[in-house]
């Protein structure tokens, strides 16, 4: 599994960027990962695509976007992207908005990266990283405190607890909702429950056909609405790096 670092190139990281709007930030950080050959200009239509289908869904975080589409045809290998921006922009999110920091994600499959997904939702749901990457004054030093934190390891595919079983829903199922699955599992962790209930990342469409094996649904209110009534409960989180947030809401749900 590959980590940050090996999926973010130098080249691919532009800091205090100007533009108008979502749509330009989007098409910068999609630029970025056309300049390091990652992707094809159909990629970055395609990102902006989503959003425009399913709402702000990809701002997990106060102040942060997570763009990414589904692997196509335009993504030649796994890679990612770094935009920080002069001035924060609106993206239509009732809660995280504005956003200051766009990341993209371009993969070929999905699951090599989620290694990187899980050690940058980290470095993002900690404060000290976190100001330390808004302070940053080059490229260089953005790779460095990515690579500062310890390396995650990836649990593997399609394990199964003895207990029950979450998923945690974007609309790709291979962007977002592995943020949330990483910052669920910490808390689960720390509850000493992760031998019994199990978490799975996965898109809007397979989770509808998952959910008569799931205990409940962890997503956004964009993706929420989208799924409608699945049988089981969903949960609504706003920002998904945060166990805080996390941890309070299984806590409603298992009455903990």
Known sequence: MAAITDLLDLDAVALDVRVADWREAITAAGGLLERTGVADPDYTR?????????????????????????????????GMSWLRLASPVPFGHATNDPVSLVVALAATDASAHTTAMADLAKALGDPARKAALDSAGTPAEI??????????????????????????????????????????????????????????????????????????????DE????????????????????????????????DV
């Open 143 to 220: 790779l460095e405190i990515l690579g500062a934190g310890p390396a995650t390891t990836a649990p593997a595919s399609g394990t199964r607890a003895s207990g029950g079983h979450i998923l945690t829903v974007c609309g790709n199922g291979l962007g977002t909702s592995l943020f949330l699955k990483n910052t669920l599992e910490q808390v689960l962790g720390t509850w000493g429950w992760s031998p019994y209930l199990t978490v799975e990342a996965t898109d809007t469409i397979s989770a509808k056909g998952k959910a008569k094996d799931a205990d409940l649904i962890l997503t956004s």
């Open 46 to 78: 395609s990102m902006i695509d989503s959003v425009d289908d399913k709402g702000p869904y990809i701002v997990i975080a106060p102040g942060f976007a997570f763009a990414h589409a589904r692997p196509s045809a335009a993504v030649h290998r796994t």
């Open 223 to 254: 993706i929420a609405k989208t799924l409608g009534d699945v049988g089981i409960p969903v949960i609504v989180i706003e920002n998904f790096t945060s166990t805080k947030e996390v941890d309070a809401a299984m806590r409603s749900a298992y």
